[in-house]
T-cell receptor, first 117, second 113 residues
Framework: GAVVSQHPSRVICKSGTSVKIECRSL??????MFWYRQFPKKSLMLMAT?????????EQGVEKDKFLINHASLTLSTLTVTSAHPEDSSFYIC?????????????FGPGTRLTVT | AQSVTQLGSHVSVSEGALVLLRCNYS??????LFWYVQYPNQGLQLLLK??????LVKGINGFEAEFKKSETSFHLTKPSAHMSDAAEYFC???????????FGQGTELSVKP
């Protein structure tokens, strides 16, 4: 089956620093990737849709200057949390659309646990 | 606005008992429907999906779901719960190919020995 990886799986950073999270589709090319944020005991909140070669589309209320998304290739999208603060601590999950399967099915990464101290 | 509602944020069953997790969506146009399972500190794993055709869909781990258009529902069932089924379950809908998944609030399933 299709595999999506995320790196790192867990990161701790100091307040005010930036941290980059990578999302890779390992065995297929993904023209579209999605970034979600999940709070404890909560559902997934879509942050943005990342399209290869173009600017990401952010959901309402998500600060695009704080959560920088780059989709530089068909297999890699990155999320950079800039000037992180403790309230940015969360579980971040990416997913990738796999085309050519009759329906564009999303494959999810294992998630990245971000803790800002 | 399109939405997905999962009735019950927490469901507890005994091992061997029937599992029923409810999901309703709001739309006049039948969407694509999904159930995902999430174990602690992990991503989402697809249990099953409905796109077209047979309305009773079988998935992994003995789960199945039935699409009922008249009830705008896609409830998830398993005849006999196992301890390993304890996890968070999410219902999701997709209204157009390549579009955004809309998730329900999630239901935490606990299985008692």
């Amino acid at each position: 089956g299709a595999v999506v990886s995320q790196h790192p799986s867990r990161v701790i950073c100091k307040s005010g620093t930036s941290v980059k999270i990578e999302c890779r589709s390992l065995d297929f090319q993904a023209t579209t990737m999605f970034w979600y944020r999940q709070f404890p005991k909560k559902s997934l909140m879509l942050m943005a849709t990342s399209n290869e070669g173009s600017k990401a589309t952010y959901e309402q209320g998500v600060e695009k200057d704080k959560f920088l998304i780059n989709h530089a290739s068909l297999t890699l999208s990155t999320l950079t949390v800039t000037s992180a603060h403790p309230e940015d601590s969360s579980f971040y999950i990416c997913s990738a659309n796999r085309p050519g399967q009759g329906i564009y099915e999303q494959y999810f990464g294992p998630g990245t646990r971000l803790t800002v101290t | 606005a399109q939405s997905v509602t999962q009735l019950g944020s927490h469901v507890s069953v005994s091992e061997g008992a029937l599992v029923l997790l409810r999901c309703n969506y709001s739309s006049s146009v039948p969407p694509y429907l999904f159930w995902y399972v999430q174990y602690p500190n992990q991503g989402l794993q697809l249990l099953l999906k409905y796109t077209t055709g047979a309305t009773l869909v079988k998935g992994i781990n003995g789960f199945e779901a039935e699409f009922k258009k008249s009830e705008t529902s896609f409830h998830l069932t398993k005849p006999s719960a196992h301890m390993s089924d304890a996890a968070e379950y999410f219902c999701a809908v997709l209204y157009n190919q390549g579009g955004k998944l809309i998730f329900g609030q999630g239901t935490e399933l606990s299985v008692k020995p």
